[in-house]
């Protein structure tokens, strides 16, 4: 088994040298070859897209599996975030945060970035600190509220 697995490490590296040849060395079989230009357009700057603001308090507030409820189960966590259960829920739930500000309307950035925060401090081994997290969950639902957002009974 290691005499296949060396042969095919060996016949890879052989291979790759091979594909990384310049057509200008003297050594190589394509030194005739003549040159080609291409021309490339611009490409059209892409617009992310932004949702209404109640999709985005939807995509939040709704369903078993919310946002609002793993901000919830996860912030008891940023306690001990060097523990590796611990770790993994934190950066879940900073994924899960980042994925609803990714398409969120730029009124409710502020407020998802205060939920964000220290759930991305603890990703990055930064200081911790959860004194503006209820503030930010409090004026989000706030702005849920005012666009029209049905909360779930």
């Known amino acids: 088994m ?3 697995l060396a042969a095919t ?6 291979l790759l040298l091979a594909s990384c040849a310049s057509p200008t060395d003297p050594a190589s079989d394509d030194a005739a070859t003549p ?9 059209p700057e892409v617009t992310p897209t932004v949702v209404a603001v109640t999709t985005t308090c939807n995509t939040f507030y709704s369903g078993e599996y919310s946002t609002e409820r793993l901000v919830a189960e ?3 966590l940023l306690q001990t975030p060097e523990d590796e259960e611990a770790a993994a829920a934190i950066y879940t739930t900073r994924e899960r945060l980042v994925a ?3 398409f969120a309307d730029p009124e409710l950035q502020e407020n998802l970035n205060g939920i964000k925060a220290p759930f ?6 930064e200081t911790i600190s959860t004194a503006g997290l ?3 969950l409090d004026a989000f639902r706030a702005q849920c509220e005012e666009a029209g957002y049905a909360f779930a009974s």
């Open 9 to 14: 490490a060996a016949l890879s590296c052989a």
């Open 100 to 102: 609803v500000q990714n």
């Open 120 to 125: 991305e401090a603890a990703v990055q081994g």
């Open 35 to 43: 040159e080609t230009t291409t021309t490339t357009e611009a490409a």
């Open 134 to 136: 209820q503030e930010s």
């Open 2 to 4: 290691r005499k296949f």
């Open 74 to 76: 996860t912030t008891p």
